[in-house]
Each structure stands twice: as structure tokens, then as C-alpha cells.
């Protein structure tokens, strides 16, 4: 079975500057998904960035990318210039794109990123 | 397009009755997943259902726990007999269909359920 281990309970961050999220993971398989969801306050899951295997350029959106390492099974992301909005749960998930189960998201237990002023 | 719709927000219930969660998935959307998250912890998966169908319930409890999504209306998470453990958030999420390559569940804000 597949594990996703955040290492960071927590973290902060001063405002504008840039902070890095653990994760790593476990898996035998070679084609899947990972991805990056913020929770807030308000708890809505909201998608971050997704990186898929097979693709060896690490994914970016904006002021948010990934350093994927699958030889290493790591996926952590950057937040850069953080904002007080960035404050949040932040989760590391995988999802396996082949076999029966690959509408599976598997989480890890989260980050709490505090952004200071 | 209004999101994945969960309600209620908020559910208190006394130890021993029944909760009643609901979804309703995005339009167009024909595939949902349900997922609970405990205190401290990430999200876990429960149960993928497609209308009238129940493709995997792997992750529900063996007892007390069951989900259904009709034909015409919500997805319907149902716990009987809450006990204290049964607290946490419950999480639904749809999708348009399971094995599209660059698909990605969208989640609503979940129901905080508190069994007192």
C-alpha cells in the first residue's frame, strides 16, 4: 500500500519570504499523481499543484512550484514571497494511475503553515 | 457551475442517534468519493460511488457506516448509532470520470460532525 509521510508538523514563515514543505512517499508503482492541497481555516480543499511521474519538469503555478525526486520518492513544494494568505494546512497526496485503484487519493497527515508579519 | 455541495456544515448529534451527510456532486459530474478526516490527521478515504452503484467501500467502517447516490438527487453518507470516535469531518469529492489522465477530484468544504 502506498504512505505519505510529512515530516513537518508545523512551520512558519515570515511574510515575503520563501518556505519549503517536506513530503516523501512510498510506492511501487511508476505511474501516478502527486499533489499539493492547502485547507484553510475555512477547510475547503483547494488544489495547489499537481505533478504528474512520468513528467521530469518539476510543476509551477506562480508563486508556488515542486522539486520532484522520484528516484527518491520526494515532492516537496516552495512557496515563495509567502503571503498571510498562505497560512493554512497543507497536505501531500498521491494517487496511483494504474490498476483498480487509481481514484484513490492518499494523504499525508499535513503541515501547519503559519506566515508571521 | 456551483461547487461540490456538502451539508450541513455542522452536525451535533447525541451518542446512539443516526447522521445524515449529504453531497451534491458538481454538474456534470457522475462519480463520488467520500473521505473522513480524525482530529490531527490527514484525510482517508471511505467510499467511491457512482449513481446507483457502489464501486468500493474499502474504507468504511463494517458497521454502522453506509453511502448511496441515487439515481436523482445527493449522495448520502449515513452513520447509525454515532459513538464519540465517529467525530471528525467528512469529506465529499466528484469527478467527471475516474481514470481521465489530468482529472482531479474537487472537494466541498466538508461536515464537522460532533457526537456529544
Known amino acids: 500500500a502506498q504512505t505519505v509521510t510529512q515530516s513537518q508538523p508545523e512551520m512558519s514563515v515570515q511574510e515575503a519570504e520563501t518556505v519549503t514543505l517536506s513530503c516523501t512517499y512510498d510506492t511501487s508503482e511508476s505511474d501516478y499523481y502527486l499533489f499539493w492541497y492547502k485547507q484553510p481555516p475555512s477547510r475547503q480543499m483547494i488544489l495547489v499543484i499537481r505533478?504528474?511521474?512520468?513528467?521530469?519538469q518539476n510543476a509551477t503555478e506562480n508563486r508556488f512550484s515542486v522539486n520532484f525526486q522520484k528516484a527518491a520518492k520526494s515532492f516537496s513544494l516552495k512557496i515563495s514571497d509567502s503571503q498571510l494568505g498562505d497560512a493554512a494546512m497543507y497536505f501531500c497526496a498521491y494517487r496511483s494511475d494504474s490498476g483498480g485503484s487509481n481514484y484513490k487519493l492518499t494523504f499525508g497527515k499535513g503541515t501547519l503553515l503559519t506566515v508571521n508579519p | 457551475n456551483a461547487g461540490v455541495m456538502q451539508n450541513p456544515r455542522h452536525l451535533v448529534r447525541r451518542r446512539g442517534q443516526e447522521a445524515r451527510l449529504r453531497c451534491s456532486p458538481m454538474?456534470?459530474?457522475?462519480?463520488v468519493y467520500w473521505y473522513r478526516q480524525l482530529p490531527e490527521e490527514g484525510l482517508k478515504f471511505m467510499v467511491y460511488l457512482q449513481k446507483e452503484n457502489i464501486i468500493d467501500e474499502s474504507g468504511m467502517p463494517k458497521e454502522r457506516f453506509s453511502a448511496e447516490f441515487p439515481k436523482e438527487g445527493p449522495s448520502i453518507l449515513r452513520i447509525q448509532q454515532v459513538v464519540r470516535g465517529d467525530s471528525a469531518a467528512y469529506f465529499c469529492?466528484?469527478?467527471?470520470?475516474?481514470?481521465?489522465?489530468?482529472?482531479?477530484?474537487?472537494f466541498g468544504q466538508g461536515t464537522r460532525l460532533t457526537v456529544v
Open positions: 469529492a466528484s469527478s467527471p470520470w475516474s481514470r481521465a489522465l489530468n482529472t482531479e477530484a474537487f
Open positions: 505533478q504528474e511521474a512520468y513528467k521530469q
Open positions: 454538474k456534470g459530474h457522475s462519480h
